[in-house]
């Protein structure tokens, strides 16, 4: 039995992954659908979190807009995640960035690695 699921979720999973880690500031480029019209959006905020493996696996960013935090989570492997492109890497000591909730202005930077 658990062949036969890992056999249908590695046909599930995209061949070339990005290349991201937690603390990074990426820019994701997803498909958004409305009607029959089918467009591109970007979202830009600082990688919070990864979690779960093969095709499972997802990421959630955050960015702060209007004063307002937002926070999306999107499967590695959706087909609907045109590409994510790196920004800038971040120097972080945590696998999951939570603390960044509480946070806001300057507090809420993440230190570049160089």
């Known amino acids: 039995m658990n062949d ?3 056999k ?3 046909e599930q999973c995209k061949e070339t992954i990005p290349q991201f880690q937690v603390g990074d500031t990426v ?8 009607g029959n019209r089918e467009r591109t959006q970007m979202f830009e905020g600082i ?3 990864k979690q779960g493996g093969s095709n499972r696996a997802t990421f959630t960013v955050r960015k702060n807009s209007n004063g307002v935090g937002v926070e999306k ?3 590695i ?5 045109e590409k ?6 971040g120097k972080v000591r945590r696998a999951k960035l939570y603390y960044l909730r509480d946070r ?3 507090k809420a930077k993440v230190k570049e690695r160089i």
């Open 4 to 6: 036969i699921i890992r």
């Open 8 to 10: 249908i979720e590695a």
């Open 27 to 34: 820019k994701v480029y997803a498909k958004i659908k409305e």
């Open 47 to 49: 990688v919070i979190k």
């Open 73 to 75: 989570t999107w499967p």
């Open 77 to 81: 492997h959706s087909p609907h995640i």
């Open 84 to 89: 994510v492109d790196v920004i800038r890497r």
């Open 104 to 106: 806001v202005g300057k």
